[in-house]
């Protein structure tokens, strides 16, 4: 087995049977969990028991995660919520690294999916908008889970 030490952000020591090769590629598409350097993990914000929760399945260095949270905060007086964010590579939190590792920032609304990134670059932003939309479907209680919430290990069995 190996022991991977990143060293920059594209690449890495990687030792195996005692040799050191230095400057390996870190794949970006990596099955393995990446190693923290400080946990993202926690309520960022709350608001009264009764107004939606949302989840930000996020990690450390994630600054399409900060779009979205922004989106988020832009709404948050008028459409108020607790916001907390889920750092998918905390220890414990395998379950949410196996499906969104490809796809963060990733939303829930009341534990429902909302949202994801998109690829295409003008819709890889969710807007306040969209966010003042879903919170007041869940004030309400019509929010709905919505579809194609990402799941990177089905796919990853598929190929």
Not at 89 to 111: C, F, M, S
Not at 136 to 151: H, I, K, L
Request: net charge positive.
């Amino acid at each position: 087995m190996a022991l991977i030490t990143l060293t920059t952000c594209m690449t890495a020591a990687v030792r195996s049977r005692g040799a050191v090769n230095f400057l390996q590629p870190v794949s970006k598409r990596s099955s393995s969990r990446p190693v923290s350097m400080a946990s993202v993990s926690g309520i960022v914000y709350s608001a009264p028991e009764q107004d939606p929760k949302v989840r930000l399945f996020t990690k450390e260095g994630c600054t399409l995660c900060d779009v979205a949270k922004k989106a988020l905060v832009e709404v948050r007086d008028e459409h108020p919520h607790t916001l907390e964010a889920v750092d998918i590579t905390d220890e414990g939190n395998r379950q949410y690294w196996d499906k969104y590792k490809y796809d963060i920032p990733v939303l829930h609304i009341a534990d429902k999916y909302w949202a994801k990134h998109r690829k295409r670059r003008a819709l890889c932003r969710i807007t306040a908008e969209d966010a003042a939309a879903a919170l007041a479907e869940a004030r309400t209680g019509e929010f709905v889970e919505r579809r194609g919430e990402p799941d990177a290990a089905r796919l990853e069995r598929k190929s």
